[in-house]
């Protein structure tokens, strides 16, 4: 039966606490960092964003890792939110992969209701709150940690959020990369990153970025050119959110292999 | 010691019917009809802001006349209870006819409590699938929480029944959007017509959405007065 009177809010982490609170993960219940619990789940490792002229790039491979083995090799870092905004998540793919759904439900749901899109600014901190309800997953060392990247309109460029564990929401103007091999990713990006990039210059940079994570990091892979998997570049601009298609990401690959053969 | 007064059920539903269709009569028509991509929703609303067609879910729409205050809270509770089934299941798991009757079942009970006002607002639950195995499906929900099943068109509203005689003969399938539209505006200029002075329909004047089978996962568009005019400067 439908109640109406559940009609005034916009926020549907709240319509799921009131209605079905067995959809969201109860981590009360884990007390205390157990070094002991069973390493049987998935952890997503490098994703990165860039800022260019046009808009802002947002990245990550595809493997996610079960203890010090390959767990998933095509997994989806990088999620659409809305027309103008997307995320990517790294650390316990599980609880990652839910909250990155359970944002870009709560976008929609909000644009819906209200007849009107959430701003940039509103979805980031909303996304605060996201990360802070698993604050007793990441007790446990079980991480979510997300990078949230979007086109402003109202300024016309490109903008970057990274958030801590405990929800801490931190606004980059440049780039930024987390997960196990987002200091290798960062490392790069720092030497290739200039203001004002072109968009095939800054997609160079983070493909090459990718690229450097997964040959220092065990956990992140590169292009993987037997089984045609290829790591996910999303380019954010005022035209919206396009996913580069596999054979532009190939591409791309191909050309940084000859310039890293010819050095 | 009063006498209890005895009320006949017969007495009582004609009360609510004659309550609510004083509303409706009072009420803008709003006009769906399938064309070749999908349906379209077109109603007589000068107003920007507050809508009598709005998207439910990724291939749903509900228009409604009547009360907006009525049909506001039955939409934000159409989009919540879709939201909540497809975040519990799979979003193809929501449809059109598991929505037609979470509303008929809330409106029935409302209409059925005797010292309810009922609903004063008629509802058409709009929904488009790719698979031609399912196709356009356009459902009617009255004040009472009855419902029925309409083929290529639908219309609520105070003149509702003499703008579907128009449709009846003007009506083809597998119209443009232009010609569509068109249709629909002339539709609203007859009814007014035969009344009064010769009836103008402009951009300004309606409000226009379409379920789009050729978009992307969420199938509702609303279009501008602006797309409304280049939309109309395309038909014949």
Known sequence: MLKLHEY???????????????????????????????????????VLALVYDNGVIIAGDRQATEGYQVGERRIQKVYKIDQHSAIAVAGVAGPCIETAKLFQVQVEYYEKIEGMSLSLDGQANYLSTLVRSNIGLAMQGLIVLPIFAGYDKKI?????????????????????????????????????????????????????????????????????????????????TDEGVAALPDNTVAELFRELISRLEQT | MSTPYYVSPEQIWEDKRDFVRRGIEQA??????????????????????????????????????????????????????????????????VTGKWLTNLYSQYIGSISQTWDA?????????????????????????????????????????????????????????????????????????????EESEPYQITPQTIEVACLDVTAGRRKFRRFSIEEITEILSHAS
């Open chain 1, 8 to 46: 005034g809010t916009n926020d549907f982490l709240q319509v799921l606490k009131n209605r079905h609170p067995d959809h969201l993960g109860d981590w009360t219940q884990l007390n205390g960092i157990n070094d002991n619990l069973p390493h049987n789940y998935l952890e997503g490792t490098t």
């Open chain 1, 156 to 236: 016309g460029k490109g903008r970057i959020f990274k958030y801590d564990a405990l929800g801490g929401r931190y606004e980059e103007d440049t780039y930024y990369a987390i997960g196990s091999g987002g200091k290798d990713a960062r490392a790069t990006l720092k030497k290739l990153y200039r203001p004002q990039m072109s968009e095939i210059t800054a997609l160079n940079a983070v493909a090459e970025a990718l690229w450097d994570a997964a040959d220092e990091d065990i956990a992140t892979a590169g292009p993987d050119l037997i089984r045609n998997i290829f790591p996910t570049l999303t380019t954010i």
């Open chain 2, 28 to 93: 803008k028509e709003v006009v769906v009809l399938a064309y070749k991509n999908g349906l379209l929703m077109v109603a007589e609303n000068p107003r920007r802001t507050t809508y009598k067609i709005s998207e439910i879910y990724d291939k749903i729409a509900l228009a409604s006349t009547g009360r907006i205050a009525e049909y506001e809270a039955l939409r934000v509770a159409g989009i919540r209870e879709s939201e909540i089934k497809g975040y519990t299941y799979f979003r193809e798991d």
């Open chain 2, 117 to 193: 006002k009922p609903l004063e607002i008629e509802l058409l639950v709009c929904e488009i699938d790719a698979d031609p195995s399912v196709g356009n499906q356009i459902y009617y929900i009255d004040f009472d929480g009855t419902y029925r099943e309409e083929e290529n068109f639908a219309v609520i509203g105070g003149r509702a029944e003499a703008i579907v005689e128009i449709l009846r003969e003007d009506y083809s399938s597998d119209l443009e959007l232009s010609a569509a539209l068109q249709l629909a505006s002339q539709t609203f200029e007859k009814v007014e017509s």
